[in-house]
């Protein structure tokens, strides 16, 4: 057996390049004729006043208006104040919600009529709108609203999110609440619950059809939508209790603490207990217990990883404490409080009992991502997971069909994988959470018990094969192409009947799915079989928790790049499109420069081999560090002449950086800030910082990764996420080359507030050397860490 070895550390070198940076002047946008231009603009703002009065709370006018500002190209959004109105929210790339009162309203029609006639100062944000106009009823339904309309019943709960504007503690933001909550009460609307946070002002109301159509009227209202669906489906398997060892081994006392977030565990289940630490439930007028089934399935998972392997070994070494957080209710669903209400309680709760990872197991169908903001419960987790240094793991979602428009038309397994990038089937609610981990899944399995059982007769067949997508999981990007899922995992597969003309829609899992445990273990039933994504994220829970075993002191963000690092497409994923279809994808005017199979299985499976441990044909080396606005660092790796050696042989680099910005869901960039990194090659450190130094940037050029046709993710692909990882593989290089990774932070303007002065972030580095017979790359990576020391130790 190979020796085994803890990963590496690496350090920066000292010096630190303030970073490049060029004057951007905004483009004007050219008009024709400005004063035709201005007063159209003019005319519809006039018109603004008889369009917003319906709208305006209570009964008089109190000269506020919230503004739809249609535009073309770039709106210098940092000094629309200079026109008399503030700036709320970007909505997408053509539109901006904009605040007025009477005395801004005016000096914007003022200026507007002196387009064409005067200079005025900023005029390029004035000739860039296409359009004023106000939020209308139809611009307030969120997508389930629009796709299926209030519910059918006398009263119904609904979300409301209103304007965020200015901050939780803001005199405006207390005003506004104060003014909507005696709205409410006028109109007889009875408030569940509030969540109010920086980026997100949300109500969960009780109304009935006519007072949802009130709220589709109200000004402050940005978005009304349908209560979360928590999509939670499942088969069972039974299985004899009796086939257990009797006494199982408890975790040892310092082992780490994981939460399950989910409908409850039975903390009694004998493959659980002896690792349950504490249980808590913030359901209304329930225990802690698991009625649903769920929860427990997803507990045993996290515990115990492959727990089908488990099973066939009769093996069961708990290495981590199960914490057991109750928030969906004995249906499965969200209860009456709005869930970031809940979910911020939890987790709040479980922090400080010492958690650092939790999985969380669920999707709001009613929440697809559309591509422009990240709200609701994917805010609240990237918010959570910043403040707190934790990782959430959590699942992209589940794909049961579509029926308006029909995927599939007539067959799963006639349309796999096309309907997988379909717009029906994109991550929902939470998936597009940039702070945490999202996981896909892809089958283990393809043949059912019936084709196990008659190998002679052809009764399902699945669409999937072994280690490709399974067929229900949801696909990505989130915001701005960042990867999304991540990573995938086993979560199963499902099957279509052949034999039945017509039904080959419907879906048949058993034999299929992930083994795990049963909620109702008495008698026969101690596992359960599970299909879903909800599975395939504890199992890289499971990997976390005993990746932070080993090295307890690894942050969120490391824990992260670990992972990411060591994930990697099987040849079944990278075969499941066709080049046709991955050649169309590519250059389509919506995905250009996108890999489709990356936008369904992101980096790929978690290859556990080398995650926990290096050995001397694959070193880890790892770095968590802190980066200042407007800079660039720098890192030499410390690869040795072996590695580099002239001689033909595969060798790889595997870089994967990690942090975890501030966000706010009004703008469109999201993250307060961004840090990404380039892989180059120079002669020396002195060499490589002129290309990134600040005081020559105009005499000397940038650069971006080298060894481009050896890499496997584009830098432009990687850095829209907040885990950004590459490989570069190499069959010849030269002994004389030195390699450096240059990290680089860049802020957005309006991220200041928001950012600290110093963001932590977590860099990983695998050097892998596999067809070297003699490898000695652990001790020899080792040796040049130690003398990389002494040098910066001589040069302080």
Request: contains cysteine.
């Amino acid at each position: 057996m190979t020796e085994q070895y803890q990963h590496l550390s690496i350090a920066k070198e000292s010096l630190q390049n303030p970073r490049r940076t060029r004057q951007f002047k905004i483009p004007r946008t050219q008009r024709a004729d400005l004063r035709l231009h201005g007063r159209i603009l003019s005319e519809q703002l006039r018109s603004i006043t008889q369009l917003a009065n319906p709208q305006i709370p209570g009964k008089d006018n109190d000269g506020r208006y919230m503004l739809k500002l249609q535009y073309t190209g770039m709106l210098d959004i940092a000094h629309m104040d200079r026109h008399g109105i503030e700036f709320v929210s970007q909505e997408d790339k053509t539109i901006c919600i904009a605040f007025a009162d009477e005395r801004g309203i005016a000096l914007f029609e003022e200026h507007l009529s002196q387009l064409g006639h005067a200079h005025i100062t900023y005029q390029q944000i004035l000739t860039a709108l296409d359009s004023v106009d106000v939020w209308t009823n139809e611009d307030r339904k969120s997508w389930s609203v629009k796709q299926y309309g209030f519910p059918d019943s006398d009263s119904f709960g609904l979300d409301v999110e209103l304007w965020p504007v200015e901050t939780t503690q803001h005199p405006s933001r207390a005003r506004i609440c104060g003014e909507f909550e005696n709205w409410l009460r006028e109109n007889m609307i009875h408030r569940l619950d509030r969540i109010n946070l920086d980026s997100l002002l949300m109500y969960r109301v009780r109304v009935n059809l006519e007072q949802a159509e009130k709220l589709l009227e109200h000004r402050d209202v940005r978005m009304v939508d349908r209560l979360p669906v928590s999509g939670i489906s499942y088969e069972k398997l039974n299985k004899d209790i009796n086939f257990i060892p009797e006494y199982i081994p408890s975790p040892l006392p310092n082992a780490v603490k994981v939460c399950i977030l989910d409908s409850g565990i039975n903390t009694a289940h004998p493959l659980l207990r002896s690792a349950i630490a504490e249980s808590a439930c913030f359901v209304d007028n329930e225990d802690e217990s698991d009625h649903f089934g769920h929860g427990t399935a997803v507990a045993g998972i996290a515990l115990y990883g492959d727990v089908e392997a488990c099973d066939a070994s009769n093996f069961w070494q708990p290495s981590m404490w199960l914490y057991n957080g109750k928030i969906l209710n004995a249906q499965g669903e969200f209860d009456t409080a709005t869930i970031e209400t809940t979910l911020t309680e939890a987790v709040e709760y479980f922090v400080g009992l010492g958690c650092r990872i939790f999985n969380l197991s669920l999707g709001n169908t009613n929440a697809p991502y559309d591509g422009k903001h990240i709200r609701g419960i994917a805010y609240v987790l990237d918010v959570l997971a910043r403040r707190h240094n934790i990782l959430f793991v959590v699942s992209a979602g589940n794909f049961n069909g579509s029926g308006d428009p029909d995927v599939p038309v007539e067959s799963w397994r006639a349309e796999y994988p096309s309907y997988l990038i379909h717009d029906s089937s994109v991550i929902i609610d939470p998936a597009p959470a940039l702070n945490v981990l999202t996981a896909g899944s892809y089958a283990r399995h393809n043949a059912t018990f019936d084709a196990q059982r008659r190998a002679d007769e052809i009764s399902h067949l699945s669409p999937a094969g072994e280690y490709q997508p399974s067929p229900f999981t949801r696909h990505g990007p989130s915001v701005k192409g960042a990867f999304k899922p991540e990573i995938v995992a086993h979560g199963g597969n499902f099957a279509a009947p052949m034999r039945n003309a017509g039904s080959q829609w419907r879906q048949h899992a058993r034999g299929l799915g992930v083994l795990s445990c049963h909620h109702q273990f008495q008698g026969s039933t101690l596992f359960s079989e599970q299909s879903g994504t909800s599975f395939s994220a504890p199992y890289i829970t499971h990997l976390a928790a005993r990746l932070l075993n080993e090295y307890p002191d690894m942050s969120a963000n490391m824990l992260r790049a670990m992972l990411v690092n060591h994930a990697a497409l099987t040849p079944q994923m990278e075969n499941t499109f066709s080049e046709e279809v991955t050649e169309h994808y590519k250059s389509a005017p919506s995905t250009r420069n996108r890999s489709v199979i990356r936008d369904v299985v992101g980096y790929g499976i978690v290859e556990e081999d080398g995650l926990y441990r290096s050995s001397e044909e694959v070193v880890v080396m790892m770095c968590e560090e802190q980066i200042s606005d407007d800079t660039h660092q720098f890192f030499e790796l410390p690869l040795p002449t072996s590695f580099l050696r002239t001689q033909r042989a595969v060798r790889e680099l595997h870089i994967t950086l990690a942090y975890s910005p501030a966000v706010r869901t009004t703008r469109l960039d999201y993250t307060a800030t961004q840090i990404s990194y380039r892989l180059v090659k120079g002669s020396s450190l002195q060499d490589v910082q002129q290309y990134f130094n600040h005081d020559i940037q105009d005499g000397t050029d940038s650069r971006n990764d080298d060894a481009v046709s050896n890499r496997s993710i584009t830098a432009q692909q990687r850095d829209h996420g907040t885990v950004q990882s590459s490989s570069w593989t190499f069959k010849q290089r030269s002994p004389d080359e030195k390699w450096f990774v240059v990290v680089t932070r860049n802020d957005r303007e309006w991220g200041t507030p928001l950012n600290s002065q110093h963001e932590p972030y977590a860099l990983v580095v695998t050097a892998t050397d596999r067809e070297n017979a003699e490898a000695n790359l652990y001790a020899e990576i080792e040796a040049r860490i130690r003398e990389q020391e002494r040098s910066r130790a001589r040069v302080s």
